[in-house]
């Protein structure tokens, strides 16, 4: 009776090990995967450059859309135009940001921060095309080694709460200490 016992006791064990594995393996096919930036890109998708896509549910690190940081690839600027003026986006469309917390080209987010608004990143060359001024493009080194890319001296970031290209959800929002702007052509912040 003692080892039948044992057995089930093993068999429950083994159960609720199964069972967070199992939730790992749906919440992943529910988040879907990460897509590069750049000219191999296949449509539009959070990354970083950025973000995978995902939806619901708040993810390690407080970010209240569920999505998580992408490895980066390489980035591209252009310049998209909508109800708030021109701004900056990514090759696939997606608005990029500055924060004002920011000082020079020292970015202010991380952890948290970084998570609700990922740094745009390259580990290439970074391209311009469409209004974008290659003389306002340069890099910074973030503290976990990754090369964000900053433009007329701001480092950039993506907002994962924009699900659309072209989408300025995160246009004035003020989170993290700081004020959030898409980024003009020139390098300013645009004000809707």
Known sequence: MHHLITRMSEHRGMLLLAAPAAGVTLLAAACGSAVTTGPASAGYGYSTNGAASG????????????????????????????????????????TVYLFTK???????????CASVWPPV????????????????LGTTQRAGGQTQVTYNGHPLYYFVGDAQPGQTSGEQLNEFGGLWYAVSPNGMQVSA
């Open 121 to 136: 990143t390259t580990a290439t060359q970074i391209q311009v095309g469409g209004g974008a001024s290659a003389s306002l």
């Open 55 to 94: 939806t619901g549910g708040t993810a390690a690190g407080g970010n209240p859309y569920g999505r998580a940081a992408a490895p980066a690839g390489s980035a591209s600027l252009k310049v998209a135009t909508s109800g708030i003026g021109s701004f900056l986006t990514d090759g696939n469309g997606r």
């Open 102 to 112: 920011d000082s020079g080209t020292m970015s202010s987010c991380s952890s948290g």
